[in-house]
Nanobody, 124 residues
């Protein structure tokens, strides 16, 4: 069975950093895209970043480009999201998701497998 577990969230001051982890089991990253999403209260789920081993592509939303970095450790079957220069507007529940596809999609509805999410709170 496919399982994803997001972790690493917490409380951080504006300008600080966090590293989120998405541990995967039941599949390997080859042929899958792994995406990071977030959802703040009252807002749509937002695609932040993704990585696809199938074509080596990555994607970053404009809101996080230059601040967040996605990378994977295939030996650990884990994808990370390094978040730097955090802002209060980054406060949200962060989710990782997976789908067998060759491209990086920013749309939540294109992903079938989801972790439970981890809360990130950035104080001003």
């Amino acid at each position: 069975d496919v399982q994803l577990q997001a972790s690493g969230g917490g409380l951080v001051q504006a300008g600080g950093s966090l590293r989120l982890s998405c541990a995967a089991s039941g599949f390997t990253f080859d042929d899958y895209a792994i995406g990071w999403f977030r959802q703040a209260p009252g807002k749509e789920r937002e695609g932040l970043s993704c990585i696809s081993d199938s074509n080596g592509s990555t994607y970053y939303a404009n809101s996080v480009k230059g601040r967040f970095t996605i990378f994977s450790d295939n030996a650990k079957n884990t994808v990370y999201l390094q978040m730097n220069s955090l802002k209060p507007e980054d406060t949200a529940i962060y989710y990782c998701a997976a789908e067998r596809m060759y491209y990086c999609s920013r749309y939540p509805y294109e992903y079938d497998y989801w972790g439970q999410g981890t809360q990130v709170t950035v104080s001003s």
